[in-house]
């Protein structure tokens, strides 16, 4: 299975359907950044750092949907953060394999905030609405924050904080592009951070003498420091196990599914 991943956040509020059904609208934004945006700085629980599709440990007749959010919770404040009521979250697939539109979705909304917090699942099922904006489907299950839930079909769900997956040695990297550092756009920079903010930086660590030999290269042999996992930074995951047979390519299909994850809000900010 292919994965593509994509966020898509922001829009503007179209109309109300019913007392708490509304039209969800969003703008593409590619990528997979952590804190990209004012928006996603003013709205951290909309932020999408990663998505995944990989086939279940336990039992190789499901496969694993996974969507992290709300990046960069700093060590032992993942049990009391919690997932944004004004968002829509999504998984949007597309196993035709052809036209990169979804044809299933899987969305959840926040109720309530807190530990005591719950998450209504709808889907999966076919959207109301492709593209860019989005409507409430009809509800599949509601389940606790924080605890692994099996659904009356058998799906098994969770909606809480987990260890960031996501590995790269961040530093290095804003020290080769450090526009992409929402620090280094403060005035004046925090001292901390200024000899970061000040650039130069022209390899990415961790490889070998014989890589540099083979290669003719003169690349860094500095070790490699994931950054996010050895400051134990924290994630809000939404997590879902369900037969391969509910996104099985469709036949004629090219025999590959396309997976994104969105966030929609009505008022776009």
């Given at each position: 299975?292919?994965?593509t991943s994509t966020r898509l956040a922001g829009g503007v509020a179209i109309a109300?359907?019913?007392a708490a059904v509304f039209l969800y609208t969003s703008h593409p934004v590619s990528g997979s950044d952590h804190q990209d945006s004012p928006t996603m700085l003013?709205?951290?629980?909309?932020?999408i750092t990663d998505a995944y599709i990989f086939p279940s440990p336990a039992n190789?007749?499901?496969v694993v949907l996974a969507m992290n959010t709300h990046p960069l919770i700093p060590a032992g404040a993942g049990t009391n953060t919690f997932f944004d009521p004004a968002v829509l979250y999504q998984f949007k697939i597309d196993n035709t394999g052809t036209t990169h539109v979804e044809n299933q979705v899987i969305q959840f909304k926040a109720n309530?905030?807190?530990a005591s917090q719950t998450i209504t699942m709808y889907g999966p099922a076919a959207p109301s609405i492709a593209g860019t904006t989005s409507v409430l489907l009809t509800p599949t299950a509601t389940f606790k924050y924080n605890t692994p839930t099996t659904l009356a079909?058998?799906?098994?769900?969770?909606?809480?904080?987990?260890?960031?997956?996501f590995f790269f040695d961040l530093l290095t990297f804003f020290q080769i592009v450090p526009d992409r550092f929402y620090a280094c756009h403060a005035n004046p920079v925090p001292?901390?951070?200024a000899s970061l903010c000040a650039g130069g930086g022209s390899s990415f660590n961790g490889f070998t003498a014989a890589y540099n030999a083979a290669h003719a290269a003169s690349c860094s042999t500095k070790p490699a420091m994931d950054f996010l996992s050895a400051n134990q930074f924290n994630v809000l995951s939404f997590v879902v196990e369900l037969p391969r047979t509910a996104l099985a390519?469709?036949?004629?299909?090219?025999g590959k599914i396309y997976l994104w994850s969105t966030t929609s809000t009505t008022t776009g900010s």
């Open positions: 299975m292919n994965l109300a359907l019913a003013a709205r951290p629980g909309a932020d190789s007749a499901n309530g905030t807190g079909n058998g799906m098994q769900v969770f909606a809480g904080p987990r260890k960031d997956t001292a901390q951070f390519p469709k036949s004629g299909s090219p």
